[in-house]
């Protein structure tokens, strides 16, 4: 039985609570479709990648269709692996407050229920995927093993941010599998600046959740860098910058990137200016602004395929 119970305490009020049927949202809201920053951040590095591939063929003829597919795949998949991250979770979301009141162990949506969802936005990805080329699913399939086991890695490492990284940048190699049908420096470069990006707007994320953490024995950069966090930003969002610069170096790039890129840089110091690990709602407000340092270099990164393509 799926009740509409109260929405979760992670989140405010949105289309899904507002909108949505009511027998829609523990399941919206299980693959987090209430709160779309998530989808948002798998998406970016896919649109990276889309788009300084284009411009490195000169070519901007997939670009299009790529960008559209991977803005329905970022969604959906980030929906599947929420889902199956509260399946594996359920017993410690029940006691962190933030997450208690989540559909599983809020009894909202059975974990039956939940596997059923999970199976049918696994589908939906896949159709999805099916739509590029061989070298690009098989990539997209090779990303699933890290996906998976990600879950598990906050009860074993206190740098389950470096596994999380893994999965959310993996679309900086899916742009290149797609329209280059190849992984070459560039793509590799991209990848590893976006996993430092990563691991810094998530060890944000995670210091809202520190103290309930401590308690249950869940491990985070959070709690391993506590009051160094503001120096541990410095280095993987320096080390970001500098990987991605290294990529469109690699790649040939011209100015609207390197412009986008500083944009980026400067989105990225604004967040260690404004660091506070003490605010909770403020540091879920710099988590969330990461969309828009994102954008800044996607913005410039279309601009130079673009450029490159005429």
């Known amino acids: 039985m799926v009740s509409d119970a109260a929405p979760v305490a992670d989140s405010t009020n949105n289309w899904v609570d507002t909108l949505a049927p009511p027998w829609s949202r523990p399941y919206l809201r299980l693959s987090r479709f209430d709160r779309p920053i998530g989808s948002w951040l798998l998406l970016l590095p896919c649109w ?11 070519d901007l003829g997939l670009l299009p269709s790529t960008v559209a597919l991977f803005l329905v795949g970022a969604f959906v998949m980030r929906g599947a692996g929420c889902t199956w991250n509260d399946i594996t979770d359920r017993d410690l979301d029940a006691r962190v407050e933030r997450t208690r009141s989540r559909p599983i162990p809020s009894g909202q949506v059975s974990v039956r229920g939940a596997a ?22 098989m ?14 890695m906050k009860r074993v490492t206190y740098w389950p941010q470096v596994v999380l990284g893994l999965a959310f940048s993996w679309g900086a190699l899916m742009g290149f599998a797609v329209i280059t049908a190849e992984i070459g420096a560039s793509a590799l470069l991209l990848y590893a600046g976006s996993i430092a990006w990563v691991i810094g707007y998530d060890t944000i994320y995670a210091h809202q959740d520190r103290e309930d953490d401590a308690l249950i024995g869940i491990k985070s950069t959070a709690r391993l860098f506590a009051h160094r966090t503001r120096t541990a930003l410095v280095v993987f969002y320096g080390l970001a910058a500098v990987l991605i610069a290294l990529a469109l170096a690699a790649s040939g790039a011209r100015w609207p990137a390197y412009l986008g890129l500083a944009a980026f840089a400067a989105q990225l110091c604004w967040q260690i200016v404004r660091l506070d690990i ?23 990164l279309l601009a130079d395929a673009v450029l490159r393509g005429l």
């Open 139 to 152: 990539t997209g399939i090779a990303s699933l093993l890290v996906v998976a086991v990600y879950p598990f």
């Open 48 to 58: 990276w990648s889309a788009a300084l591939a284009a411009g490195t063929v000169h």
């Open 116 to 137: 059923a969802f999970l199976v049918v936005q696994a589908l939906v990805g896949l159709a999805v995927l099916l739509q590029f080329n061989r070298f690009a699913v």
């Open 278 to 300: 003490g605010d909770s709602a403020g540091c879920l407000r710099l988590f969330r602004s990461n969309r828009d340092a994102g954008l800044l270099l996607f913005a410039g």
